[in-house]
């Protein structure tokens, strides 16, 4: 039951994310067809939980309704035999559940971002040619009046870089994708460029522009973030940031000792000053979401364990033999109360209000409901 499920929910949810970047991307087929692989261990991300809940609510529920529980309480045997089973599945499945979630994270997401921008040539024409525009999330936008044999007619072009809006107009303009330096090249012809709607500087010959192939496409992920670092990479990077907080700390002690014993009381406050008060509060940030990912994928790896733990039980005491509605009453607490705790944990662990073990107390709220629905199941 539990393979069965997990082929068919994983597909399901699969073709949710095709549907998403074949919308969202503007991907061709074949670009697609590249992200499979990435998609397939993005869905096993999110179809392994559901589908061991399921799968124990189809068979529980099944025993149940059939008086099976009954059957054993009559020859004298605990239903904690036929548990404990179940339970040694859930500790097999949790285990490697984590390292897909760190998998999935610190792996295909990256990936699947570098087959994007890698195909961002094609995606970007084919947007001009169909939309005679393109916009991105991050201040990069073109509209055009046509494009013709790979040429960008009458094109204007708003580039938001360094706080400032550039708009450049042109005859024509001409895309291409450096993919050794992931840059995208733009090669502009008879052009205006107007910074912030005031100084405006004409071009009448060929103007090459580089950016970032990031900053063009419509979404992509940081390099930087703490959720592309794998497990194991992440004590290096604390080890890291740590060491630079501990730099600035140093440098904003030394100014404030100068200011002090000098009586320049206004460099305790100046641009400086603030500017690395600014950085050292925002690497502790950057360090409270550092240690949050780790204990983020180990409790969504044994949630599979936490399902298990309450689906058990419920599924026996619901006694139905119709599967989805057993597992639609099992869901509900883990809808109302599972991911409700686990959002509200991840949030303050990420500002460092709470410890990265928070993360932890939605599982362990389940695994309490769990045992005492098991004791009733026991007792009755």
Known sequence: MFVISLVAMT??????????????????????????????????????????????????GRISADNEIIALKSAGISPMCIFRPVVVLGVL????????????????????????????????????????AYNSEKGFAIHVQEVKDRWLIKPNIWMQSDNQLRTITAERAKIS???????????????????????????????????PLDLAAKSGTNSTSPSQYSISQIPRELS?????????????????????ASGRYASLNDATSQTLGAEVAETERKLSRLKTEPMRRWALGFSCLAFVWIGVPMAILIRSADYWWTFGVCFVPILLIYYPIFGMSLEFSKDGT?????????????????TWLMRKVVKT
């Not at 971002?113 to 939309?131: A, T």
């Not at 890291?240 to 100068?258: M, V």
Request: hydrophobic share 50%; aromatic share 10%; glycine share 4%.
């Open 354 to 370: 709470w410890p990265a073990s928070s993360l932890w107390l939605g599982n362990i709220t389940l695994a309490l409901m769990g």
């Open 177 to 211: 994708i450096d993919s050794k330096d992931d840059k995208m090249i733009i090669e502009l012809i008879d052009a205006f460029v107007t910074r912030d709607g005031h100084e405006q500087i004409r071009w009448p010959d060929s103007l090459i522009i580089e950016m």
């Open 240 to 260: 890291r940031q740590n060491g630079f907080n501990d730099r600035r700390r140093e440098k904003l002690a030394t100014r404030y000792s100068i200011a002090l």
């Open 11 to 60: 597909i399901v949810i699969s073709l949710v994310f095709v549907g998403q970047q074949l919308i969202g991307a503007d991907l061709s087929y074949l670009d697609v067809a590249k992200l499979m692989p990435y998609i397939f261990l993005i869905g096993l991300q999110y179809s392994v939980p559901a589908t061991i809940l399921f799968s124990v609510c189809c068979v529980y």
């Open 93 to 132: 499945i949790s285990v490697p559940s984590v390292w897909l979630n760190d998998l999935a994270v610190s792996w295909a997401k990256p990936a699947m971002q570098l087959v994007i921008l890698r195909s961002f040539e094609e995606i970007i024409y084919r947007g001009l040619s169909s939309k005679k």
